[in-house]
């Protein structure tokens, strides 16, 4: 158990709705880190928050938005999705910036029908 | 941009006998982290061992070391005594040193199914 939570774990949804991915990473942590891992585009980096604050942007669609709370949990949010959204979220955390381990939740499965 | 291959898309071994995945990247930087992750069909990540480019000692965890080659670019991951339990996927990933203003963000290879056959 990394200490990263993510819910739901699974998510069936239909082309051109919305959905919400939660995140909360490990106590103390203050930056969190999204994936998406398709069939067949692999791992790619989606986006970093650090403390609050976007701190970098990857390969994010401009369908997708991200926010960091307070409290430090994140959210991801997919809009207007498709076909091809369908694939495994993950999100991870680190203490901070600078050479931390990235530490990743169990995922959450999302299927576009 | 940085680049991370894992040319071997799959490998078996034997049960207690030793494999070695293989991982080459490409950069400019100098200084940077390079870390094998490994993906059970649970399909968490797990962290397996991390290594940073400015230590020439390579870094072991348990039956895990890898083989750390910074002029060549290489980063292979050899798992010892290989036991049944290790069959996943693993994923070789890189990440910068630099925090100032830049992304931190893993850059992953493509992965290498491991196969334990008893």
């Known amino acids: 158990d990394s200490g990263v939570t993510q819910t739901p774990k699974h998510l069936i949804t239909a082309t051109g709705q919305r959905v919400t991915l939660r995140c909360s990473p490990r106590?103390?942590?203050?930056?969190v880190y999204w994936y998406q891992q398709s069939l067949d585009q692999g791992l790619q980096f989606l986006i970093q928050?650090?403390?609050?604050?976007?701190?970098a942007k990857g390969n994010i669609l401009e369908r997708f938005s991200a926010q960091q709370f307070p409290d430090l949990h994140s959210e991801l949010n997919l809009s207007s999705l498709e076909l091809g959204d369908s694939a495994l979220y993950f999100c991870?955390?680190?203490?901070?910036?600078?050479?931390?381990?990235?530490?990743f939740g169990p995922g959450t499965r999302l299927l576009v029908l | 941009a940085q680049t991370v291959t894992q040319s071997q898309p799959e490998m078996s071994v034997q049960e207690a006998e030793t494999v070695t995945l293989s991982c080459t990247y490409d950069?400019?930087?100098?200084?940077?982290?390079l870390f094998w992750y490994k993906q059970p069909p649970s399909r968490q990540m797990i962290l397996v061992i991390r290594?940073?480019?400015?230590?020439?000692q390579n870094a072991t965890e348990n039956r895990f070391s890898v083989n750390f080659q910074k002029a060549a670019k290489s980063f292979s991951l050899k798992i010892s005594d290989s036991q049944l339990g290790d069959a996943a996927m693993y994923f070789c990933?890189?990440?910068?040193?630099?925090?100032?203003?830049?992304?931190?963000?893993?850059?992953f290879g493509k992965g290498t199914k491991l196969t334990v056959n008893p």
């Open positions: 991870a955390s680190s203490a901070g910036t600078g050479g931390q381990t990235q530490y």
């Open positions: 106590s103390g942590d203050l930056s």
């Open positions: 928050y650090y403390n609050g604050e976007e701190r």
């Open positions: 950069t400019s930087e100098s200084d940077y982290y």
């Open positions: 290594q940073e480019a400015y230590k020439q």
């Open positions: 990933a890189y990440r910068t040193a630099e925090t100032q203003g830049g992304s931190e963000k893993l850059v």
